[in-house]
């Protein structure tokens, strides 16, 4: 027993009852500021408990004892987004405003909402959370390069998301978080709560909503995690460019250990991205959302959020050892008496995820930035069509030409017995996310290629030897053999290329470590006339989903399309 007087630093569950210690009101360390914030605000301070950048132990609890959230095996937080999971982008909007209207690319992707419905959403949410007995505060930066960080504040009623934009936000200091002042950027989350569907410019249920005007954007029912994080990189693609003539890339980045060469992966969903960049060899500066400023590359985010299915600690063992206590395993099937999460079973969805810190990537390089410019600027595509070569160099010309036509596929669904893949175009590799006119960010990253001399790659992670359903996805040591001969330069330095037909790109006959006979789709399908039907397919397809750029873009990058 402890001499008297001796009063222990630690909580015992023996004083505080079974429930554990939880911090409140009393130990929040912003309780004065944070009083007068959220009152303002319209929080009903009387009635919610505020968690204030709270510790990810506390997280952890409440998320288990609120919300349904289980520890996996490995120490991870499973949790489940509910019917939602994935994004919703249609019914993502913009508020029509004087101070960003003429900038925005309006259209489907950035759908136009007026003022005053976003102020009905706005207080619907807060409404909403105010009927919580606790609401989660995080606040975090976007950005690497303190010059052109932005301070992000997430307001939101589940533990889970607040753990999830502690991952994926930059996590301040105590002492940038004491002086931390007022937020550039909120996020209100009631992501469990519907939008009314009554309300002018309401489609549906689900509302993700950005104000440039007031640097806002409030979520009404989906509680999918990943739209808060796209919120953020939505404000990015828009503000680097508008202030400061940067530009914002849908790419992940690393860098060479002793060359310090850097490498962007442009990429749609499931391209690799996140995948490819996390590589032994390097060091990781981010998985998704990246700035090529004036000085260099930096990385929007301080974590990553990795797909999941069919994750294997043999293929990936850099995402596989990141999955352990901090980070959130999104909507992954686990074992009911181990734990031990089924990254195989797709009941809940095929987008099962999980978020880590970046630092739990063993090489990664904090600060997540380089103050060099890009060597080599890597295209992913996964061409289920199996059409487009494993890897191929292509011109300045085509490499605008291929970022502004950002192709894509998805595989068809099993179910319908149908084999014909889905093309996916989604210009600049982000259609989504995109705030400007996609000419914009091209213009900025021909400039910058030509006035830096990187090298550009159009590689294909998709099938090979047939299209879906006959050939198979292209092994992944194959592909990164092929990214391992994009970085020791022998590419570069090869002068033996063939011209792959009707695309006009350059395939290298021979790359270090993979087989020769796939490198050449039409060798590697052994069906000449079922391969030129497909080849043909593909870049009617290219041509279709080009025209909507035939009066803006420079013929020159036209012409470096496919010609049929
Ligand atoms: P998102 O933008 O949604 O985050 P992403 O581009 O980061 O997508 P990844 O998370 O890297 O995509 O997903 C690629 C998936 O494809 C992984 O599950 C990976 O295991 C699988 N894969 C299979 N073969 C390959 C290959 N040859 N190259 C890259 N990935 C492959
Ligand atoms: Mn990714």
């Known amino acids: 027993m402890p001499a008297s007087g001796y009063r222990s630093t630690y909580v015992t569950p023996h004083i505080l009852g079974a429930g554990g210690h939880f911090y409140d009101e009393a130990e929040n360390p912003f309780l004065g500021r944070d009083l007068e914030y959220f009152s303002k605000a319209g929080f009903d301070m009387e009635k919610i408990h505020l968690r204030h950048n709270a510790p990810v132990s506390q997280l952890y609890e409440e998320a288990i004892r609120n919300e349904g959230a289980v520890i996996s095996s490995s120490g991870a937080l499973i949790n489940f987004s509910g019917k939602k999971t994935g994004r919703s982008p249609k019914d993502k909007r913009i508020v029509y405003e004087e101070t960003s209207r003429d900038n925005i690319w309006w259209g489907p992707v950035n759908i136009k909402l007026d003022e005053h419905t976003f102020e009905i959403n706005r207080e619907r949410a807060i409404d909403y959370l105010n009927t919580r007995e606790f609401v989660y505060v995080f606040d975090g930066f976007a950005g690497w390069d303190p010059k052109y960080r932005i301070k992000v504040r997430v307001i939101c009623a589940r533990a889970y998301h607040a753990l999830f934009m502690n991952n994926m936000l930059i996590r301040p200091t105590p002492e940038e978080l004491e002086n931390f002042g007022e937020p550039d950027f909120v996020i209100y989350n009631a992501g469990q709560f519907p939008a009314n569907r009554l309300t002018y410019g309401m489609t549906s249920t689900t509302s993700v909503e950005i104000n440039f005007k007031r640097m806002e954007m409030v979520i009404l029912g989906t509680e999918y995690a990943g739209e808060m994080k796209k919120g953020v990189f939505s404000v990015m693609h828009y503000l680097q460019p508008v202030k400061f003539g940067h530009l914002s890339l849908h790419s992940s980045a690393n860098v060479g250990k002793e060359k310090e060469d850097v490498t962007l992966f442009f990429g749609l969903s499931g391209t690799g991205k996140t995948t490819l960049s996390a590589d032994p060899h390097r060091d ?58 089924d990254y195989n079973d797709v009941t809940i969805t095929e987008n099962t995820r999980c978020a880590y810190p970046i630092e739990y990537i063993p090489n990664a390089r904090i600060p997540c930035l380089s103050e060099r410019h890009p060597t080599n600027i890597i295209m992913l595509t996964c061409d289920a069509f199996g059409v487009l070569p494993p890897v191929s160099k292509l011109s300045p010309e085509q490499a605008s030409y291929h970022f502004l036509a950002g192709y894509t596929s998805k595989t068809p669904g099993t179910e319908d017995g149908v084999l014909e893949p889905v093309p996916t175009f989604s210009t600049c590799y982000s259609a989504p996310f995109i705030v400007l006119h996609p000419n914009h960010y091209a213009t900025m990253l021909a400039d910058r290629m030509k006035a830096t001399n990187a090298h550009c790659w159009l590689v294909n992670t998709g099938w090979v030897g047939g299209k879906y359903g006959r050939g198979s996805r292209c092994p992944l040591k194959h592909t990164r ?21 009707v695309f006009g790109l350059q395939i290298p006959t021979k790359v270090s470590r993979v087989p020769d006979e796939i490198l050449d789709p039409r060798r590697a399908w052994n069906n000449d006339a079922g391969f030129e039907k497909e080849l043909r397919k593909l870049a009617g397809m290219f041509h279709k989903a080009f025209k909507m750029f035939e009066t803006n873009v420079d013929e020159k990058i036209m012409l470096a399309g496919p010609t049929l």
């Not at 998704?288 to 929007?300: A, L, P």
């Not at 974590?303 to 050892?321: M, R």
Request: proline content about 5%; glycine content about 8%.
């Open 481 to 501: 053999a092929i990214i391992d001969a994009i970085h020791s330069g022998e590419l570069a330095q090869s002068t033996d290329y063939t011209t792959f037909p």
């Open 284 to 341: 990781l500066i981010g998985d998704d959302e990246h700035v090529w400023s004036d000085t260099g590359v930096f990385n929007i985010e301080g974590g990553c959020y990795a797909k999941t299915i069919d994750l294997s600690a043999e293929k990936e063992p850099e995402i596989f050892n990141a999955i352990r206590f901090g980070s959130i395993l999104e909507n992954v099937v686990y074992h009911p008496l181990s734990r031990v999460p």
